[in-house]
């Protein structure tokens, strides 16, 4: 079985530039994620759907980051204009609906900002 | 205080040691805990759950202590394949995935 899929697995920008990151997730999956982590840090959550609607987006830096999950299968996640602190790894996840716990990642799109 | 808390460590054992690591989260009402493994710059993967009456899974324990609201991970016999951040997980709700919320996670060393 196919796992997540992302890209770009890395991506070096300068600050005030934009940069997308896609995710395609195990099929089947209902529940998709995006989680950004710091070095050092755990994973944050940014944005949780269910099928294409948005359940939980209530760490996600609205002015900044934007997130859509159109036809309830891929998606993507945008940050326009980048800053120096959103160098992180981005990690998509996504779970069978009602399945508790397991979460399954990504290995990630790591973003450095200059 | 964090939601969730865990002593980033580095923990540096032997082969063969035991270690243990605890987790402490703040909201009284979470319902489902889990330990995730992170190996250095991959994804996290559910290393197993926690429940209640406590759970084993080969040379992993994990334990639950709702009274003092916290999780432990206990590992015996160490192996050198071991080494990892392992990152405590929590959660509000029974029965879905919504609101997973991470720890900063430990980080294990296992030495020959």
Redesign the interface.
């Known amino acids: 079985e196919a796992g997540v899929a992302q890209s770009p697995r890395y991506k070096i920008i300068e600050k005030r530039q934009s940069v997308a990151f896609w995710c395609n997730p195990i099929s089947g999956h209902a ?1 998709l994620y995006w ?1 950004q982590q710091i070095l ?6 940014l944005i ?1 759907f269910q099928n294409n609607g948005v ?2 987006d209530s760490q996600l830096p609205k002015d900044r980051f934007s997130a859509e999950r159109l036809k309830g299968v891929d998606s993507t996640l945008k940050i326009q204009p980048a800053k120096l602190e959103d160098s992180a790894v981005y ?1 998509c996840a996504s ?1 069978l609906w ?6 399954f ?4 799109s790591r973003l450095t900002v200059l | 205080r964090k939601e969730v808390e865990q002593d980033p460590g580095p923990f540096n054992v032997p082969e063969g040691a035991t270690v243990a690591f605890n987790c402490t989260y703040s909201n009284s009402a979470s319902q489902s805990f889990f330990w995730y493994r992170q190996d250095c710059r991959k994804e996290p993967k559910l290393l197993m759950s926690v429940y209640s009456s406590g759970n084993e899974d080969g040379r992993f324990t994990a334990q639950l202590n709702r009274a003092s609201q916290y999780i432990s991970l206990l590992i015996r016999d160490s192996k050198l394949s071991d080494s990892a951040t392992y990152l405590c997980v929590v959660t509000p709700n029974s029965g879905t995935a919504s609101k997973l919320t991470f720890g900063t996670g430990t980080r294990l060393q296992v030495t020959l």
């Open positions: 529940t989680y050092g840090q755990g994973p944050k959550l949780q359940v939980d990690l779970s009602g399945l508790s716990g397991e979460l990642f990504g290995e990630g």
